[in-house]
């Protein structure tokens, strides 16, 4: 805190000073040459402008505040103490741009895009039909394609319209203390949250009878229905409570390893995509407070309810994810076995058959339709068949997002009975609500999980988890550690220091600007890779200035100086031009210029 408050301050002084000796009249404005890129310009008639943000990214907002004081904006903070808080102020547009982030969890371009920037996207609050129609096509293509569209999106996003401003995009880090896990089974993945199964610790006695003690800053939890929440509340935990069809590895690649599926195949013209099910995970439910095996097993029946309901945006109230799967069409069971050796896979000459059992270790003799009756072993298999509205190869990206996780038909059929079109939510418990398991008089934890941990209960401390005691027991996947606790620290110095006390294990998400800390701390281990989060300002969309005026966006755009912030962060932070920087070379960076941000603040003033 001592160095952000230096910062800040040195920053403060230098605007003070800045505008003690450039005080200038409208008139000599008009009549003087137009500063060079780069010179501050301070303005005798500044343009109000609210910033909303949250505490913990203080040092983001001084940064953002100094800069555009230096460029004749009369700068308002909206500094909110949480998410929840943040958010009611974003919903009811008490800001003209907000300090947004994002993180592409899938490591796909469309999801960098497609719910923040589309017309109607589960987070997007634009509509502009040609950056519609780029994400669209862009959508369509194939890698060696795509860059070039993308680089019109991001033309028209950022520099023609200029709807958001990048400020940077950053490392994804995590320290952990060694004296207590074991450091082989920590994974850090560019895209997908801490696998919680592979975690262990040093003394293998520990496992039954030790809490793994991890760490979040967001007590309220959006939902624990997978499709009914995409923020950072939930995602690492429906992640871990919830197996999907597939996964990503570390870096970004499809694998059906740890997931639902033993395999999966692409057939010929990339709209028709075959996952084979393995039989030995059952969905895990809480009795006494305690994980329990349902001895239900997650099937093809629970994976087509899933995926209907996860495209269809009708499907429960506030859907919040169903525009990632948009594309399908349709998933069904396969029960013709010949048909799988009459298809072959994309780009080559084998069959959809040989494709789902490479590596199986009985091959498929039968297909049923039946989730209890098959039996892997005996080469009694599942295999469900995906369809997508057009080829759309990215669509495996979106399957591998928590928000693809497969639910209970039986168990979520039982608890949602309401109408969804007159859901009143003072009546009306959906499942997955967070006061079912948040310990009080409302507690009635009705989950099924397919995952490999199942929460127990939650209160304003701690959210307690238990292993599925029936998810791929006897392999490399099963969970080694039987009780996780979350405990809700919303501070990062806070978090660092019960880091540092070893009150918690693993903090996932260290802030740049405490590696050094870490480093130097002989227990614990920093873990860093370039991740996919971008750090931009959103502009609003309704009832302000700047929703009618690109000049004066385009001021703001101007105005911010990545530099600034890779400065302060030590050299962690890397210039972002969009949301799709981390995995699209577009070209394209934005450079400061004050010059510029005179210019199309003078043309705002004149339109007035």
Not at 24 to 50: C, F, L, M, R, Y
Not at 195 to 210: A, G, H, T
Not at 283 to 303: H, N, P, S, Y
């Amino acid at each position: 805190m001592k160095n952000k408050g230096k910062f800040a301050a040195i920053l403060l002084s230098l605007t003070i000073m800045i505008s003690g000796c450039s005080l200038t009249t409208k008139k000599d404005v008009s009549e003087s040459p137009k500063p060079t890129e780069g010179t501050a310009v301070v303005d005798s008639n500044p343009v109000d402008i609210e910033v909303l943000g949250m505490s913990a990214n203080e040092a983001d907002l001084n940064i953002i505040r100094d800069q555009l004081s230096k460029n004749g904006f009369n700068v308002k903070l909206n500094v909110q103490a949480d998410y929840s808080s943040y958010k009611a102020q974003q919903d009811a547009g008490n800001f003209d741009v907000s300090l947004s982030g994002w993180t592409t969890v899938t490591g796909n371009p469309d999801y960098a895009v497609r719910s923040l920037f589309k017309t109607g996207g589960d987070y997007s609050i634009m509509s502009d039909s040609e950056i519609d129609a780029l994400i669209d096509q862009a959508a369509s293509q194939t890698p060696e394609q795509f860059a070039a569209t993308y680089k019109d999106f991001e033309q028209k996003l950022v520099f023609d319209k200029a709807y958001i401003v990048p400020l940077y995009s950053s490392l994804k880090a995590q320290a952990f203390n060694k004296d207590v896990l074991n450091p082989a089974s920590v994974r850090l993945s560019k895209s997908r949250s801490l696998p919680w199964e592979e975690l262990d610790f040093n003394d293998v006695s520990k496992r039954s009878k030790d809490a793994l003690v991890l760490q979040s800053t967001m007590p309220t939890l959006t939902s624990l229905d997978p499709i009914k929440g995409n923020d950072g509340s939930i995602n690492i935990i429906n992640t871990n409570q919830y197996v999907r069809l597939v996964n990503l590895t570390d870096d970004d690649k499809i694998t059906s390893a740890g997931s639902l599926s033993r395999n999966h195949a692409i057939a010929e013209g990339n709209s028709d995509y075959y996952f084979v099910l393995r039989d030995d995970i059952n969905f895990a439910q809480i009795k006494d407070k305690l994980a329990v095996d349902t001895g239900e097993r997650v099937g093809a029946d629970d994976v087509i309810f899933s995926l209907d309901r996860a495209k269809d945006k009708n499907s429960v109230p506030d859907h919040r994810t169903f525009t990632l799967h948009e594309h399908i069409k349709s998933a069904e069971v396969v029960t013709d076995l010949a048909a799988l050796d009459a298809i072959k896979v994309s780009g080559g000459d084998s069959t959809v058959k040989a494709a789902l059992e490479k590596g199986l270790d009985s091959k498929i003799s039968e297909l049923v339709s039946d989730k209890t009756q098959a039996n892997n072993a005996s080469g009694k298999y599942q295999v469900v068949k995906l369809t997508t509205t057009t080829p759309f190869p990215q669509v495996l990206n979106y399957l591998a997002h928590q928000s693809a996780g497969i639910v209970s038909k039986k168990q979520v059929e039982k608890i949602n009975t309401y109408d969804v079109a007159k859901f009143d939510p003072n009546k009306d418990i959906p499942y997955g609500d967070q006061n079912t398991v948040t310990e009080g008089s409302a507690y009635n934890n009705t989950l099924y999980t397919s995952g490999p941990y199942i929460l127990s209960y939650k209160n304003d401390y701690d959210a307690i988890f238990y292993k599925n005691p029936a998810y791929m027991k006897g392999t490399e996947h099963e969970p080694k550690i039987n009780n996780i606790k979350i405990r809700f620290i919303k501070d990062a110095d806070s978090s660092l220091s019960a880091l540092r006390s070893g009150e918690i294990h693993l903090y996932y998400g260290v802030s740049e600007t405490k590696f050094d800390i870490v480093k130097g701390d002989a227990k614990l281990s920093l873990q860093t890779l370039p991740s996919n989060a971008v750090t931009y300002l959103l502009f609003n969309t309704k009832n302000r200035p700047v929703a009618e005026s690109a000049d004066l966006r385009k001021a703001v755009l101007y105005s911010l100086n990545q530099e600034d912030f890779i400065t302060y962060y030590g050299g962690n932070k890397f210039k972002a031009t969009s949301t799709l920087t981390p995995m699209v070379n577009t070209g394209l960076e934005l450079k400061a210029d004050a010059a510029k941000a005179n210019e199309f603040l003078n043309a705002y003033k004149a339109s007035k």
